[in-house]
C-alpha cells in the first residue's frame, strides 16, 4: 500500500464552485487507515458517513457553517471540528 | 413478529457461513463495495440494476423479482440475511423489498458492512463469489400495506404521522441531498407539511447497530409520534426511510406503517402540493 494522498478523492465532473467541500484523510503512523468518516452538524447530529477509500481519503458535500468530523476505525473514535465555505475546500488530517 | 425473527448478529451470521439453506446478500449504495471484497458465500444484489425499472421511474416487477432471485440461487425457503454499507440504508430498502414480495425468512445483519468491518472480521476477495444453482423462485403480488405512494402522502397531511427521516439539514431545506452526495438537483427543497423530522440515525448506534427496542420505542414517544395512528415514513429515494420502516414495522411490531419510496425526488417535484421550509 502506498502512503496516503493530500485532499479527497476525484472531483471529475463536479461543479466545485457551487459545492461546500469538506475533505481528508485517516491515517495512522502516516499510514492510510480503512475506517469510516461521520459528518455531524452544529447540534451534534448526523449527517453522512463515507467509508475511507483504500488511499484513506474521505469527502462530504455540506453546506457553508460548522460541522464535526468524527472517524471510525477498528478500535479508535476520533473527532474535529470544522468551518466550511462555499467554493472552498475544507482540508482535514484526521491521525488516529 | 419481533426483532430476533428479522435481525441477526455477526456472530450468528458467521456461524452460518456455510449453512446452505442460508443465503447472504450484499446490498450496497455503492454496488463496486462487493468487487472489493465481502463476507465469505455473500451473493450481491445491485440496488439500481436489480431491482429498478430500466426505463421507468419504478420497481422491477413480480416477474422480474422471480427472474432475479431465481439466477441468485435464492429459493423460497431459505432464509436471506441482507448486509450492506451505509449502515445497512440499501439492506433496508431491499429487505422491504422482500417483504413487498413476500419471501418468508428475511433478516438483516445487525450494524452491516461497517460493523463486520469495525470487528475486523473476514472479508474475502471480491473475485471469489460463490456458485449457488439456480432456483424457480415464485414472488406473491406486491404487499402494498407496506408501500406509500404520493397521494397518499397528500392524503396524510395534518391527519396521519408523516416522518420524514432525512437528517435537519435536508428537511429544514438547507441541504437537497445527503452530504456524501453532490448537490446538484433541480426540484424544490423543504418537507411535506406536518411531517415530524427524526433522523434515521437516531435508529442506530455509531457502529450502525440498532438501538434496543425501549429506546426506540422512548425515541418515538419523545416526538410525540401516536402509533397507534398510520405512519409513513419518506426520506429523498425510499432507502433511509425504509430503514425507519424496518424499526417501526419489524422491530417495534407496528403493521400501520408504509414506506414512502417516491419520497422528496418525487414529492419535491410535484406541482401544487404543499411544502414548508424550515426546522421542527
Known sequence: MCGAKAGGPELAGVDVANETIIQGSVTRDGEPVNGYVRLLDASGEFTAEVPTSATGQFRFFAAPGSWTLRALVPGATVDRSVVAQQGQFTEVAITV | ?280
Open chain 2, 1 to 280: 413478529m419481533s426483532r430476533s425473527d428479522v435481525l441477526v448478529s455477526a456472530d450468528w451470521v458467521q456461524d452460518h457461513l456455510d449453512d446452505p439453506k442460508v443465503v447472504v446478500v450484499e446490498v450496497d449504495e455503492d454496488t463496486a463495495a462487493y468487487d472489493k471484497n465481502h463476507i465469505r458465500n455473500a451473493v450481491r444484489i445491485d440496488w439500481k440494476k436489480d431491482l429498478q425499472d430500466p426505463v421507468r421511474r419504478d420497481f422491477v416487477d413480480q416477474a422480474g423479482f422471480e427472474a432475479l432471485l431465481s439466477a441468485k440461487g435464492i429459493a423460497n425457503d431459505d432464509t436471506v440475511v441482507l448486509y450492506g454499507g451505509n449502515n445497512n440504508w440499501f439492506a433496508s430498502y431491499a429487505f422491504w423489498y422482500f417483504k413487498l414480495y413476500g419471501h418468508g425468512d428475511v433478516k438483516l445483519l445487525d450494524g452491516g458492512r461497517k460493523k463486520w468491518e469495525l470487528d475486523s472480521r473476514e472479508l474475502v476477495d471480491g473475485a471469489n463469489v460463490p456458485n449457488r444453482a439456480a432456483t424457480e423462485y415464485k414472488a406473491q403480488a406486491q404487499d402494498t400495506s407496506i408501500r406509500a405512494f404520493r397521494d397518499d402522502v397528500v392524503a396524510a397531511i395534518g391527519s396521519k404521522n408523516l416522518v420524514d427521516v432525512r437528517s435537519p439539514d435536508e428537511f429544514s431545506g438547507r441541504l437537497l441531498a445527503p452530504a456524501h452526495l453532490p448537490q446538484e438537483q433541480s426540484q424544490r427543497p423543504g418537507h411535506v407539511p406536518t411531517a415530524r423530522n427524526i433522523p434515521w440515525s437516531k435508529n442506530a448506534n455509531d457502529d450502525g447497530t440498532f438501538k434496543s427496542d425501549d429506546e426506540l420505542r422512548d425515541l418515538y414517544q419523545a416526538e410525540n409520534v401516536d402509533l397507534s395512528k398510520d405512519t409513513i415514513a419518506y426520506c429523498r429515494i425510499g432507502e433511509r426511510s425504509a430503514l425507519t420502516w424496518f424499526v417501526l414495522h419489524q422491530l417495534l411490531g407496528q403493521t400501520n406503517v408504509k414506506n414512502y419510496d417516491g419520497s422528496w425526488t418525487e414529492y419535491g417535484s410535484l406541482v401544487g402540493v404543499p411544502i414548508e421550509l424550515g426546522s421542527n
